[in-house]
């Protein structure tokens, strides 16, 4: 999703209730959410909802996409929040960050755009610190094609027509629950860790290990 034409139908879409209710279930963990990276940040609303619902929370928010970036911009500004939210352009499976430099690392929606997931958990384990929470949230991949076209009928019906591919395409593309947490299993983690929390999302939410 590097266009122009990608990134604005994406901020374009409302994004309200998905960005409120992952904010609800990570506030709802109880962690204390000091210093907070948020890989794959598309446009910042969830780093923005973040910062207005916790006062002092601060997020390094990372996205590969320029185009999402010069919107996430536009948005922070407009809502006045550049001084808490800081944006950087990285890769998911290589980032520039220390070993263990966050006590909380969020993303939604991001595996799905990358060929080898693995390569983001493994990531964001290492810049992770011992004890800290990791949070992410993904669309879960229908398992039938009605199943699909019923979903996108739901969530996408009053989008434009670009808008509603890339949440088609972004349906198909998908880890099933199942594949998640077989994913966090050769991590170390519980696969009960990974639960399907809405008709089309899958959470994992686990601390990394103290001994880690």
Sequence with gaps: MDSRDDA????AMDHTQVNTRFVDDLLATGHELRDVLD??????????????????????????????????????????LTHRVQLIQID???????????????????LHHIPNPRD???????????????????????????????LVATYAADADDHARQLFRDSLHAALTIDEIRTLVAEY???PDTAQMTSDRHWTWCARKPESA
């Design 39 to 80: 890989l794959g940040t598309g446009t910042a609303l969830i780093p923005i909802e973040l910062c207005r619902r916790e006062s002092e929370c601060r997020v390094m928010a990372g996205d590969l996409a320029v185009s999402m970036l010069e919107l996430a911009r536009y948005n922070l500004e407009i809502t006045m």
């Design 188 to 190: 170390g983690f519980d």
């Design 120 to 150: 983001v958990l493994a990531e964001s384990l290492r810049i992770t610190a011992a004890g800290g929470l990791l949070f992410f949230r993904d669309l879960a991949r229908p398992s039938s094609l009605e199943e699909l076209d019923g």
């Design 92 to 110: 998911a499976k290589q980032t520039p960050f220390a070993t263990g430099m966050f006590h909380t690392t969020i993303s939604n929606s991001i």
């Design 8 to 11: 604005a139908s994406y901020d």
